[in-house]
């Protein structure tokens, strides 16, 4: 019996799990989370997730970290991130899946490290997970249809959401969509317009945050309209009285233990085959970190990858689920890029990155030096991108301000105690 590891318990892992057990795998599913499901389909703590069925039929490791891998060789830390008496264990599967997902990207903009500053992600997860709304008068902001849903689950934990701000103009966005909307993406852009009508919520096009005001904590949002290369149209500043601002420019994807296994990337994203297949012998790659496309998109993703990992041939309807989806995921990045003239924005006080306090002046001038460093060399000089977020919220404004691609090569991807490492105990499997 083929031997399978999901890495991701999102929509792409939780389907690439399902899919591998109908082609007669044994599977493990791990992910860092307490409960399935992933940002996606979080709920209530210890609510029911649904998934019961598909993880009874598996090997299921929450709170399991993944901290290293080598090929399909799967190190991994069971037990609560911030809690003691991790156990180190080492598996070795046939096939290994990987379905790490993605994470909010904000770009920095004057007054985005105060307190009451949000990414989009984190305020609907709190309002998801635990029912608390960030505050009472929010802001949401950025690109992308996924600031419908954040607003959404502010309006239903009681916030007043005072405006949704998407930063491409009109033209843009209808050009990206000119291809129609699937009936179900088109019933849920509905349900959203109708919430946000009820709540008289205004959704702006063109326009943006671009400076965020307070002492001890946010207090104003000051927005303008944006061009279609997102530089700011002067004169059409406005400001919004505010006690919390949510940001969200889209999404990055967190291909770090792909990068450790030695999967190559296409502009940031892991390079799979038609079956989902990486260039590691294998090693298959769903969701998020193969292209933004959204939970059904992963979902197909995962299903494809689940398959082919457990020896089995994906049906057409499978593969053509997943090309539609893919041909979704081109149009959503069509209708909602990021303007290349964001920078613009900043002032040579800026932070950018929130962690080490490194201002947009000190990279410009760290980048502009007669030593030209790489950036290896320019991490090294400014710290940016070497605080406890290990670059995750800076590295692609980082990277975009003073030139070059990301490396996301991390070969501890994530954090572990050197007590943990030094522990000669270790579960091989």
């Known amino acids: 019996m083929t031997r399978v590891v999901v890495v991701g318990a999102?929509?792409?892992?939780?389907?690439?799990?399902?899919?591998?057990?109908?082609?007669?795998?044994?599977?493990?599913?791990l992910d860092q989370a307490d409960a399935?499901?992933?940002?996606?389909?979080?709920?209530?703590?210890?609510?029911?997730?649904?998934?019961?069925?598909?993880?009874?039929?598996?090997?299921?490791?929450?709170?399991?970290?993944v901290w290293a891998l080598e090929g399909r060789r799967v190190h991994v830390l069971r037990g609560p991130a911030d809690g003691s008496g991790r156990h180190r264990h080492t598996l070795e599967p046939d096939a290994l899946v990987l379905a790490t997902g993605a994470h909010d990207r904000t770009l920095p903009f004057p007054g985005w490290q105060l307190p009451g500053v949000f990414t989009a992600g984190a305020a609907q997860a709190l309002a998801k997970g635990e029912r608390v709304a960030v505050g009472r008068r929010v802001l949401v902001a950025g690109a992308g249809p996924f600031l419908l849903p954040v607003a959404e689950s502010l309006l239903t934990v009681g916030a007043d959401v005072v405006a949704v701000l998407e930063a491409n103009p009109a033209t843009t966005v209808l050009k990206g969509w000119s291809g129609g909307l699937p009936v179900t993406k088109a019933g849920e852009l509905a349900r959203y317009a109708a919430t946000l009508?009820?709540?008289?919520?205004?959704?702006?096009?063109?326009?943006?945050?671009?400076?965020?005001?307070?002492?001890?904590?946010?207090?104003?949002?000051?927005?303008?309209?944006?061009?279609?290369?997102?530089?700011?149209?002067?004169?059409?500043?406005?400001?919004?009285?505010?006690?919390?601002?949510?940001?969200?420019?889209?999404?990055?994807?967190?291909?770090e233990l792909a990068?450790?296994?030695?999967?190559?990337?296409?502009?940031?994203?892991?390079?799979?085959?038609?079956?989902?297949?990486?260039?590691?012998?294998?090693?298959?790659?769903?969701?998020?970190?193969?292209?933004?496309?959204?939970?059904?998109?992963?979902?197909?993703?995962?299903?494809?990858a689940g398959c082919?990992?457990?020896?089995?041939?994906?049906?057409?309807?499978?593969?053509?689920?997943?090309?539609?989806?893919?041909?979704?995921?081109?149009?959503?990045?069509?209708?909602?890029?990021?303007?290349?003239?964001?920078?613009?924005?900043?002032r040579e006080d800026t932070i950018v990155c929130r962690c080490e306090e490194t201002t947009y002046g000190e990279l410009k001038s760290a980048a502009a030096g007669p030593a030209a460093p790489g950036p290896h060399a320019l991490k090294l000089g400014t710290r940016a991108g070497l605080g406890p977020c290990q670059g995750r919220m800076c590295g692609p404004a980082v990277h975009e301000l003073c030139g070059g691609a990301e490396r996301h090569h991390r070969p501890i991807a994530q954090p572990i105690r050197l007590g943990e490492l030094a522990d000669p105990k270790e579960t091989r499997a």
């Open 197 to 255: 009508a009820r709540h008289r919520v205004p959704y702006h096009l063109g326009r943006a945050v671009v400076e965020a005001r307070g002492d001890d904590r946010v207090r104003e949002a000051v927005t303008a309209r944006l061009h279609a290369d997102w530089s700011v149209v002067a004169g059409t500043e406005r400001t919004y009285e505010v006690d919390a601002v949510c940001v969200g420019h889209g999404f990055v994807p967190q291909p």
């Open 308 to 346: 082919a990992a457990a020896g089995g041939e994906p049906s057409r309807a499978l593969l053509r689920a997943r090309d539609r989806a893919r041909a979704f995921a081109r149009r959503l990045a069509a209708a909602h890029p990021i303007g290349a003239a964001w920078p613009g924005w900043l």
């Open 36 to 65: 399935p499901g992933g940002q996606y389909h979080r709920t209530w703590p210890r609510a029911r997730h649904g998934f019961e069925r598909v993880l009874s039929r598996c090997t299921w490791w929450p709170e399991s970290t």
């Open 10 to 29: 999102g929509p792409a892992g939780l389907a690439a799990a399902e899919h591998a057990l109908r082609a007669g795998a044994e599977v493990t599913v």
């Open 259 to 304: 990068v450790a296994a030695g999967c190559l990337l296409d502009g940031g994203f892991v390079r799979v085959g038609d079956d989902q297949r990486t260039g590691v012998a294998g090693v298959f790659a769903a969701g998020e970190i193969t292209g933004i496309g959204g939970a059904d998109g992963a979902a197909a993703e995962g299903a494809v």
